[in-house]
């Protein structure tokens, strides 16, 4: 079955960086959009980037822009989220995100602290 496995978050200053992985499973990664999502608590979930099947468009929210980048290795069946500059307002579960058999497959969620 579909499987997405999230990793790297954790606990970092302000200004500084951490870099997200998913793995995924169960299905032909390689032809399938990929997207980071996050939600902070008490807030709705928000898309955070995207990226397409060949990895040569993406996305990005407003608020990451510049600062975020999402990346994807078709051979490993993982994408990645590299966070720079990171503020407190980026603390959140994120969660790697498909849409497959027209459902949206998630993850479990890594938790991102930005904090001093």
């Known amino acids: 079955q579909v499987q997405l496995v999230e990793s790297g978050g954790g606990l970092v200053q302000p200004g500084g960086s951490l870099r997200l992985s998913c793995a995924a499973s169960?299905?032909?990664?390689?032809?399938?959009?990929m997207k980071w999502y996050r939600q902070a608590p008490g807030k709705e979930r928000e898309l955070v980037a995207s990226?397409?099947?060949?990895?040569?468009?993406?996305n990005y929210a407003d608020s990451v822009k510049g600062r975020f980048t999402i990346s994807r290795d078709n051979a490993k069946n993982r994408v990645f989220l590299q966070m720079n500059s990171l503020k407190p307002e980026d603390t959140a579960v994120y969660y790697c995100?498909?849409?497959?058999?027209?459902?949206?497959?998630w993850g479990q969620g890594t938790q991102v602290t930005v904090s001093s």
């Open positions: 995100n498909t849409n497959w058999g027209g459902r949206d497959r």
């Open positions: 169960g299905f032909d990664f390689s032809v399938y959009m």
């Open positions: 990226i397409s099947s060949t990895g040569f468009t993406t």
